[in-house]
């Protein structure tokens, strides 16, 4: 059983930046890969970032070079947001998964989910 609570969300403009936050608590913390993926509404959930147990990161096309994931600890996964657009507005989730890598871009095999986080970018 793992928990994930997402954090750091708000209302920024376009430009800024915002830190969000993954706090992760269970058992068997470091089997897991911790990635984000942001959701509009009547849209399907879009894979954003990801992190594997190597600490190797993956990165959607449209997000790369702005958005970096990282690690502090075990327990603590964050998503620093750079250069925010008006398309990053959306909730923003972590998840849990043991897949492959050759499965870290799609939602349907993460077992566990945050709430979610709101984030909208302003003009």
């Known amino acids: 059983q793992v928990q994930l609570v997402e954090s750091g969300g708000g209302l920024v403009q376009a430009g800024d930046s915002l830190r969000l936050s993954c706090a992760v608590s269970g058992s068997g913390l470091s089997s897991y890969a911790i990635a984000w993926f942001r959701q509009v509404p009547a849209m399907d959930r879009e894979f954003v970032a990801a992190?594997?147990?190597?600490?190797?990161p993956y990165y959607a096309d449209s997000v790369k070079g702005r958005f970096t994931i990282s690690k502090g600890n075990v327990k603590d996964t964050y998503l620093q947001m750079d250069t925010l657009k008006l398309e990053d507005t959306a909730v923003y989730f972590c998840a849990a998964t043991r897949a492959v890598l050759s499965s870290i871009r799609d939602p349907d095999v993460y077992n566990y989910w945050g709430r979610g986080t709101q984030v909208t970018v302003s003009s």
């Open positions: 992190i594997g147990r190597n600490n190797y």
